[in-house]
């Protein structure tokens, strides 16, 4: 069966630093993985995928992530946080071998502070 | 362009009242379906999850029910709500187009058993 970790319920960053939100993953075979934001009373916005290929996946806002797949991990990052950036993001995982199901991550609030 | 629909927003219903929420998904054909609920405004929970017309899988038995009774509607229905059945519910798609594998999701629809 697959699994997500977030091992971090929050993260609090300042403007301006770097971020990093973190994600481990289970799965039998190569992984689909997946990060999605969600901003209060919203759906989750889809923020980038690794499939295959290169390790650092670049998304939308500036976010990117990286596949590392002896860790298997695919933590979040951004170099320079915004206060906008505060929200809840869920790391998400799907077998490729398996049917159309994803599992998601039970999330981490993100708070950038001025 | 691809946008996905739910309505209602909000609904506040009692206790062993009927549910239907509709999804409906635009800009695509044959579009894989699925009903999340998100407790807590943390972690999602996949209800069903279909990949056509009358083809629903249950991933959880419980109270609710789900139907596709056209190509890009997707409908979740209760005979009687619990006060468990409170949550944020949230349709996703796949879009045609672009890889399978990515969900996209609809803005929500929050709902309150009193």
């Known amino acids: 069966a697959q699994s997500v970790a977030q091992p971090e319920d929050q993260v609090n960053v300042a403007e301006g630093n770097p971020l990093t939100v973190k994600c481990t993953y289970s799965v039998s075979g190569n992984p689909y993985l997946f990060w999605y934001v969600q901003y209060p009373n919203r759906g989750l916005q889809f923020l980038l995928k690794?499939?295959?290929?290169?390790?650092l996946v670049k998304g939308s806002y500036g976010f990117e992530a990286e596949f590392n797949k002896s860790q298997t991990s695919f933590h979040l990052k951004k170099p320079s946080a915004l206060v906008s950036d505060s929200a809840l993001y869920f790391c998400a995982v799907r077998d490729p071998g398996g049917y159309q199901k994803v599992t998601f991550g039970i999330g981490t609030k993100l708070q950038v502070i001025p | 362009s691809q946008t996905i629909h739910q309505w209602p927003a909000t609904l506040v219903q009692p206790v062993g009242s009927p549910l239907s929420l509709e999804c409906t998904v635009e800009g695509t054909s044959n579009p894989n379906l699925y009903w999340y609920r998100q407790a807590a405004g943390r972690g999602l929970q996949l209800l069903f999850y279909s990949v056509g017309i009358g083809q629903i899988s249950s991933e959880v038995p419980q109270n609710l029910s789900a139907s596709r009774p056209q190509d890009r509607q997707f409908i979740l229905s209760s005979k009687k709500l619990l006060l468990s059945d409170s949550g944020f519910y949230l349709c996703?798609?796949?879009?045609?187009?672009?890889?399978?594998?990515?969900?996209?999701f609809g803005p929500g629809t929050r709902l309150l058993v009193l």
């Open positions: 690794y499939i295959t290929g290169d390790n």
């Open positions: 996703a798609s796949t879009f045609v187009g672009e890889s399978q594998e990515t969900q996209y």
